[in-house]
């Protein structure tokens, strides 16, 4: 790049400084990102500490969150880093607008083992299978599949087994800004899971019937073709029937005559 060109990026002496609203550029960036952003990168930006800048985001989320204004999305602030996150209600017509056709909802057995690491983590897959009284080990490889837990690393006791804590893509999927916002009451906690379930179930169902309808619409056109096949193909002549001969009566004793 050339100086003369490294001269016409700066701003020329004298003129006015542009004016940034923080909360605006900070919506911008989110935005324009659609991943978290720390608030250490944020910093940087807006010349501020990132303790700063997360005191002020978080402020801001209050007010976005619960404006008068309706949105389809929310701002979150996690420990460290915020983003802006588009709400579950509305995931159904963001699959069908983007064509996301993946979909299948958290079995009753994943639901119970994500609600106990979440309100329990770091814990072993050992734990989990003692409040469940049951084997975990499906439920579990299919919490981390999805993303909704990872491996924190290994418990410092004998054997060192791999402890287990919730995501920062858990948090997103359920609308959380942290673990602490978790529901206190059983009811709420499961009120929580079972939007998130219905919602899942939703698009699964709207799936099947979309592949149900494909497939009445195959079988239909394949009877359209068979029946235009059978009126192209000649029908062969049914062979007229033989006359039928005419049946003989015998005599009768009545009928015969003797002559004399």
């Known amino acids: 790049m050339t100086e003369e060109m490294m001269t016409?990026?700066?701003?020329?002496?004298?003129?006015?400084?542009?004016?940034?609203?923080?909360?605006?550029?900070?919506?911008?960036?989110?935005?324009?990102?659609?991943?978290?952003?720390?608030?250490?990168?944020?910093?940087?930006?807006?010349?501020?500490?990132?303790?700063?800048?997360?005191?002020?985001?978080?402020n801001y989320s209050l007010k976005y969150n619960d404006s008068e204004l309706q949105r389809g999305v929310i701002l979150l602030c996690y420990d460290d880093s915020c983003q802006l996150c588009t709400k579950q209600d509305y995931l159904p017509e963001i699959r069908e607008a983007l064509g996301i056709k993946k979909s299948g909802s958290l079995s009753t057995s994943s639901m119970e083992a994500l609600a106990i690491v979440a309100y329990n983590q770091p814990v072993t897959r050992f734990f989990v299978d003692t409040l469940r009284s049951a084997d975990s080990s499906y439920a579990m490889n299919n919490l981390i599949d999805r993303g909704l837990i990872e491996s924190k690393g290994r418990l410092d006791v004998p054997g060192r087994p791999m402890v287990f804590g919730t995501t920062a893509d858990f948090l997103r999927s359920f609308g959380l800004p942290s673990i602490a916002a978790l529901p206190k009451e059983s009811d709420?906690?499961?009120?929580?899971?079972?939007?998130?379930?219905?919602?899942?179930?939703?698009?699964?169902?709207?799936?099947?019937?979309?592949?149900?309808?494909?497939?009445?619409?195959?079988?239909?056109?394949l009877e359209t073709a068979e029946e235009v096949g059978s009126e192209l193909t000649p029908k062969a002549e049914t062979p007229a029937e033989a006359p039928a001969e005419p049946e003989f009566e015998e005599p009768s004793a009545d009928d015969t005559q003797f002559d004399d």
């Open 188 to 221: 709420e906690l499961m009120q929580m899971f079972d939007k998130a379930r219905e919602a899942e179930e939703k698009k699964t169902a709207e799936a099947e019937i979309e592949q149900g309808d494909q497939i009445t619409m195959e079988a239909s056109a």
């Open 8 to 58: 016409q990026d700066l701003p020329e002496e004298g003129s006015e400084e542009r004016e940034i609203v923080f909360e605006e550029a900070l919506e911008a960036v989110l935005f324009a990102a659609g991943h978290p952003v720390s608030y250490a990168t944020l910093a940087r930006v807006f010349g501020m500490t990132p303790g700063k800048v997360k005191d002020r985001a978080f």
